[in-house]
């Protein structure tokens, strides 16, 4: 291996590692806050996309009337004013996706306000009446809309891959567009952006509060409902731009997503679901690991990815093994 095949390697794992991170904080976040392993963040990631795509060719996608749907059940189980926000967020969908047709510029948001209603939607609707379940009713829950989402991508797109054009064309190096570089800043502002939110805002420490300890935020006047929901829509936004940065680069297609998604669940694994940090750094060490063995044996390479979860599980067991003892 000469110094030109190592840098296009590190570069490489380094901008699948940045994508794996931030579904790993996603994961991270939503877990802590809601003890729900949403599983069907691949297929949140892929939506934005692949509605885009619709939406710049002119058609309507089929991901709205999945969103109206959720959106309805939501205003029905809320009733009276709590019905206003999602009735709100319905009509607001109605009315911009037809506008976005064909409009590179409204598309774009668009696709990014639709998966994000959809996320909040899928929570109220499926996640947040079993709030008390225990987590593995929750999983079983959250592979069920793995399924369901996934079957689902498939009547609305088709089997096709798609490759939107990218925001930034050209290349600054061998093995590094600018779309590449737009990814890596993406990343970074968004790691940044989330560690002011946990610190500096209200809602960010109500979160963390959330996260820690359920019953004292409870006691102390936050509802486990509502920071539940703020999770969620913070990790659609976050799947939903990936996505968008990402499909220029590996393309779009409604079975690509579940993958993706469980490299983030693995680079979570190894943050033990409860570390951002530790979450930040198995992402990078899962892109550069898959990175290397895609170049020394690439027939095995996912399955030598998933094998880090291994250690990891068992590091976790014996951790809990300790703490119980």
């Known amino acids: 291996m000469d110094a030109t095949i190592l840098a296009l390697l590190l570069l490489d794992g380094l901008q699948n590692g940045v994508i794996y991170a ?3 904080l996603s994961l991270v976040l939503v877990f802590a806050v809601t003890r729900v392993i949403l599983v069907v963040i691949g297929e949140l990631l892929m939506f934005a996309p692949l509605s885009l795509v619709w939406l710049l060719e002119g058609k309507v996608p089929g991901t709205l009337w999945l969103a109206l749907a959720l959106g309805l059940l939501w205003a029905l189980l809320e009733r009276g004013r709590g019905a206003f926000f999602p009735l709100l967020g319905a009509l607001g969908l109605l009315l911009l996706l037809p506008l976005a047709r064909g409009e590179a510029l409204l598309a774009y948001p668009a696709a990014v306000l639709l998966v994000v209603y959809l996320g909040m939607a899928t929570y109220r ?3 947040q009446p079993m709030r008390e379940a225990a987590v593995l009713t929750l999983l079983i829950m959250a592979v069920g809309l793995h399924v369901a989402y996934m079957g689902l991508g498939l009547v609305f797109f088709g089997p096709e891959q798609f490759r939107p054009e ?3 064309r050209g290349e600054v190096t061998v093995g590094l567009s600018w779309q590449g570089v737009l990814v890596l800043l993406f990343a970074l502002l968004a790691v940044l952006a989330l ?9 960010g420490k109500a979160l963390l509060a959330a996260a820690q300890n359920r019953l004292g935020a409870r006691v102390s006047g936050i509802r486990p409902e509502e920071a539940g929901m703020v999770a969620f829509g913070i990790a659609s936004l976050l799947a939903a731009l990936s996505g968008l940065l990402l499909a220029p680069l590996i393309n779009a297609a409604y079975f690509m997503g579940f993958m993706l998604g469980l490299k983030g669940f693995v680079a979570a694994i190894l943050g033990g679901l409860i570390s951002y940090p530790v979450a930040l750094v198995g992402a990078l060490l899962v892109g550069f690991f898959e990175s290397f063995t895609s170049f020394f044996a690439s027939a095995y390479k996912e399955a030598l990815v998933f094998l880090l979860l291994v250690p990891a599980l068992f590091y976790q067991s014996l951790r809990a093994r300790t703490v119980e003892d």
Do not use: E, G, K, W
């Not at 560690?195 to 809602?203: G, K, P």
């Open 22 to 24: 931030l579904l790993a």
């Open 125 to 127: 609707v499926f996640f």
């Open 166 to 168: 990218p925001l930034l």
């Open 195 to 203: 560690y002011l939110f946990f610190r500096l805002s209200l809602y």
